[in-house]
């Protein structure tokens, strides 16, 4: 059931890699085509493949591989040069509060892809434990009434992840574009503001220097902002995963009643999804051990690029096109922080429907006390929801996601009033 056709990641050389980075979307093609079939992995699983194969996810595998390890290390220079000419530069900003805006959002920006860099290159084996253990959930069927719902909510959780991703994707090459294009239409000679010693970014004074810096800095938003939307689409695929997992326990907890009457296989299915349950409570666990850095700075980051970006935007509001520029950091970093909230929203309430989904399952005219215990107990396991979070910070929510942006209103007021 899980084969949607040949493996197409088998191939070799360029075109095996590409076929590698885009098998996702041929496999939520094939799924739309053909209603009954399901995805052969998990969203994560595609995502870590697609890590691999820019060579930015060093688990202990990848680090054994001299290639991958030297391209890794390449990649690092290449972006900390970045990010201190950057910061190089910030400090000739400090009297255009415009300028100094915008080299402020890029620079936080590059310092949150640094850090995820860094967390992928320390945790990559802890994270390829939470990518397992969700693949053994999902491989995992049972032969029953329940299995055509649960393929198919299977199925279209994936579909969604995916059409989620396409559309994150493009917002991310927009920006990109901008980026690579600003010398042609903003004044300025290179996509970021930078400053090195000699000024070697001066055009005038330098030229080849400008242009091998301009080359660098190309690649360096091309090749980190693509790498950016599938280490982000691993990170919220993996509490993305739970949900579909807990949808399919709640299918299968209230197809129960078709094993009324026979005592030994009620017990064993509900033996089974209470141990279901009980490794889904540990994967969360576990995601919020493993991810408890990036969430923090998830949080953080995003609240620092939406505060700066609204204001900048109205100080250049004045100039449309830097305006514009502010606008869709605006909204890439708003559109980056309500999807963690949304999916930190689904899994929470799916993890509550888990109690209903019992509570439908159970008949006190049926099975033993023993059964009765047991579906008690799910129940009320399943009153305290599962919650994505990094403490002291609060949950990733709407709820607390509309706190935030009323916090980055007040402080946009009080720094406009400030200014004014």
Not at 220 to 247: D, F, K
Request: net charge negative; hydrophobic share 50%; proline share 3%.
């Amino acid at each position: 059931m899980f084969d949607v056709g040949r493996d197409r990641t088998n191939d070799l050389g360029l075109k095996g890699i590409w076929l590698r980075f885009v098998d996702m979307f041929f496999e939520a093609r094939t799924l739309l085509n053909n209603p009954e079939m399901v995805n052969r992995h998990t969203t994560a699983y595609y995502s870590r493949d697609q890590m691999k194969v820019l060579g930015l996810y060093m688990s202990a595998d990848e680090e054994g591989q001299p290639l991958k390890r030297a391209w890794h290390v390449f990649l690092f220079v290449q972006l900390s040069t970045l990010y201190c000419s950057m910061l190089y530069g910030l400090l000739q900003s400090l009297d255009d509060i415009v300028g100094m805006g915008r080299d402020l959002a890029f620079i936080i920006g590059m310092f949150f892809i640094l850090f995820k860099m860094g967390f992928f290159s320390l945790y990559a084996d802890d994270v390829d434990g939470i990518i397992e253990a969700l693949e053994q959930n999902h491989q995992a069927e049972i032969k029953g009434p329940a299995t055509a719902i649960s393929r198919a909510t299977k199925r279209r959780h994936f579909l969604l992840l995916i059409g989620l991703d396409f559309v994150w994707i493009t917002g991310i090459l927009i920006f990109v574009i901008l980026l690579i294009t600003t010398p042609l239409w903003a004044d300025q000679s290179l996509p970021f503001h930078v400053a090195f010693p000699f000024e070697l970014h001066d055009p005038s004074k330098h030229p080849i220097a400008h242009l091998i810096i301009y080359i660098s800095q190309a690649f360096c938003i091309a090749y980190l902002h693509i790498w950016l939307v599938a280490t982000e689409g691993l990170s919220v695929c993996l509490y993305g995963q739970v949900t579909t997992a807990l949808s399919v326990l709640c299918v299968e907890l209230r197809h129960l009643r078709y094993h009324y009457g026979n005592e030994e296989s009620l017990r064993g299915q509900l033996t089974r999804l209470i141990n279901n349950h009980q490794s889904v409570i540990l994967i969360v666990d576990r995601c919020n051990q493993v991810f408890h850095g990036p969430l923090i700075m998830q949080m953080t980051v995003n609240f620092m690029l939406v505060s700066v970006s609204v204001f900048e935007a109205l100080m250049a509001r004045h100039d449309p096109k830097v305006a514009a520029e502010f606008m869709v950091l605006m909204i890439l970093a708003l559109g980056h922080l309500s999807l963690w909230s949304k999916f930190g929203d689904l899994m929470s309430q799916e993890s509550m429907e888990v109690a209903t989904a019992a509570y439908e399952a159970y008949d006190p005219s049926v099975g033993s006390i023993r059964i009765h215990q047991d579906i008690r107990f799910v129940i009320a396991r399943s009153q305290h929801p599962l919650i994505m979070r990094a403490s002291p910070f609060p949950a990733f929510n709407m709820i607390n996601y509309m706190a935030i942006l009323h916090q980055c209103y007040g402080i946009l007021t009080l720094l406009l009033k400030t200014l004014d």
